[in-house]
């Protein structure tokens, strides 16, 4: 599973420059600024921990995020970021049961061109995981670049509730990505020297399965497969989500499970997620 780094730089961008039109004369070129935002917040709490381990670390969780395009040429390039954070809770004895466990961080930018049928995509990740107060487990942080491809509605964003084909009911996202700078040998700045793996690959949906007035119910399923220099790594999520529409916010009542999970160091193995969530 190993591609070397030209590589995939060569072929994103190739297939960038492929998808702009060659004009024989001056066009014209519509610049926007901040042409898309998107915010969100979640509280879950989690359930069916498999042994003593997962049910001191894993109780609640908390998320925010913000995702947006800096600016966009013509509606169809785009620069986008995203930064996501989530604080993890653990279950303690005593008057207060929330233990404060750990804190990650994600942060990713990316260009972003838009077909008639579909987006392809190329950027740079950066996740980062710190224990609190704790010191059991070392900062564990990584860069990675990604390439991917996503159906036209926008993946896990509020859309027309009364579209009726299963193609525009549908958001699909695949992204394959290559870990830069890892060494086993010590920390460096791009990759914490604990991290082994050398690329992934993620498959994700959504699929509005029932739409009535201003309410949808949603299924979604997220695979991920990945080598690493110790053989590899795998996990599978499903999940449903009921869905409040309004003129400016999305709020939903949402449940996942993890039916399998073998991360080496974040494992949600058997875990099964209910929360709330709200998305503007």
């Known amino acids: 599973m190993k ?33 898309e935002t998107n915010f969100d917040a979640s509280t879950k709490c989690l359930l069916l921990q498999k042994n ?9 969780e908390l998320g925010l995020g913000v995702d947006f395009a800096l600016f966009s040429i013509n509606d169809q390039f785009f620069f986008k970021g995203e930064y996501h954070q989530l604080t993890g809770m653990g279950r303690q004895d005593g008057v207060i049961i929330f233990d404060p466990r750990d804190a990650s961080y994600h942060a990713t930018a990316w ?15 950066h996740p980062c995981y710190h224990e609190i107060d704790r010191h059991k487990k070392p900062p564990a942080y990584w860069n990675k670049i990604f390439t991917g491809i996503q159906s036209k509605r926008p993946f896990q964003r509020p859309g027309n509730l009364y579209l009726q084909s299963f193609n525009d009911r549908l958001s699909w996202q695949a992204r394959w990505g290559y870990f830069v700078g890892n060494n086993p040998e010590k920390n460096n700045s791009i990759c914490a020297k604990s991290i082994t793996y050398t690329n992934e690959l993620t498959l994700a949906f959504n699929y509005t399965a029932y739409v009535w007035k201003n309410m949808a119910i949603m299924v979604n399923g997220q695979s991920l497969l990945g080598g690493m220099k110790e053989g590899t790594y795998w996990s599978q999520v499903f999940g449903a989500s009921v869905e409040l529409h309004s003129k400016k916010f999305t709020g939903d009542f949402f449940i996942n499970y993890n039916l399998d999970d073998v991360l ?13 969530r709200i998305k503007k």
């Open 52 to 60: 003593q381990e997962f049910k001191e670390r894993y109780f609640i």
């Open 111 to 125: 260009i972003e061109y838009r077909f008639d049928n579909f987006d392809i995509q190329a950027g740079l990740e």
């Open 264 to 276: 080496w160091m974040l494992s949600r193995d058997r875990l099964l997620e209910v929360g709330i």
């Open 3 to 35: 591609i070397k780094l030209p590589y995939l730089f060569g072929t994103g961008l190739l297939i960038v420059l492929l998808g702009f039109p060659i004009f024989s004369e001056p066009a014209n070129i519509a610049f926007s600024f901040l042409p």
